[in-house]
């Protein structure tokens, strides 16, 4: 079964403060996508950083960054110089390369800023 | 202009109606799905098309419909709703080559009475 794993149901951190969201998943397969999605209490969910498993090299989107484990499995989140926008819930997920239908999700971490 | 979608966003209504939420998408993307976000915020897939064929339809009560009329939309029926129906329900729409990611409708609150 492909599952996505959250460990952390919430966390926090002070503002501008760096914070570290966890993400482990199982699949057998080689070639995937990694993502995290963030919900603010809007609701809407947006895309924060996307992760190619063939591409070594960590993505970066400005204080957004991941670490890339690919033989442990793992996807963890950075946020650098938190700010009180990135109050959220953040969601891990991974769809295959060539049969890219599916999306699997995590269950979600509640990210909290304290001013 | 928006890319996904959906009406309503806020649907309230009493048990054992029937109720209907519409998604459009202006992507161009083959495939779209129903999501279903519970009140622990989890994320269930419950339906998926690709170019009007259905291609993942996860264990959801025969009550839940959903129609697609064509690739850009993809509605989603509700018969003879039930208090656990409750949650927020989210359109998506992708393409899976080249891969893309998920583009979310805004999601339809709908609160069963």
């Known amino acids: 079964a492909q599952t996505v794993t959250q460990s952390q149901p919430e966390m926090s951190v002070q503002e501008a403060e760096t914070v570290t969201l966890s993400c482990t998943y199982d699949?057998?397969?080689?070639?995937?996508?990694l993502f995290w999605y963030k919900q603010p209490p809007s609701r809407q969910m947006i895309l924060v950083i996307r992760?190619?498993?063939?591409?070594?090299q960590n993505a970066t989107e400005n204080r957004f960054s991941v670490n890339f484990q690919k033989a442990a499995k793992s996807f963890s989140l950075k946020i650098s110089d938190s700010q009180l926008g990135d109050a959220a819930m953040y969601f891990c997920?991974?769809?295959?390369?060539?049969?890219?239908?599916?999306?699997?999700f995590g269950t979600g971490t509640s990210l909290t800023v304290i001013p | 202009d928006t890319a996904v979608s959906q009406t309503p966003k806020y649907l309230v209504t009493q048990m054992g109606n029937d109720k209907s939420i519409k998604c459009e998408q202006n992507?161009?993307?083959?495939?779209m799905y129903w999501y279903k976000q519970d009140s622990k915020k989890f994320l269930k897939i419950m339906f998926s098309?690709?170019?009007?064929?259905?291609?993942i339809n996860e264990t959801v009560p025969n009550r839940f419909s959903p129609k697609s009329p064509d690739k850009a939309h993809l509605n989603l029926h509700i018969n003879s709703l039930e208090l656990g129906d409750s949650a927020v329900y989210f359109c998506?729409?992708?393409?899976?080559?080249?891969?893309?990611?998920?583009?979310f409708g805004s999601g339809t609150q709908l609160s069963v009475l």
């Open positions: 998506a729409s992708s393409q899976v080559q080249p891969n893309e990611k998920l583009f």
């Open positions: 699949t057998s397969e080689s070639d995937y996508y």
């Open positions: 992760q190619e498993a063939y591409k070594q």
């Open positions: 997920a991974y769809r295959f390369r060539n049969t890219g239908n599916q999306f699997y």
């Open positions: 992507l161009g993307h083959d495939t």
């Open positions: 098309y690709n170019n009007k064929e259905l291609i």
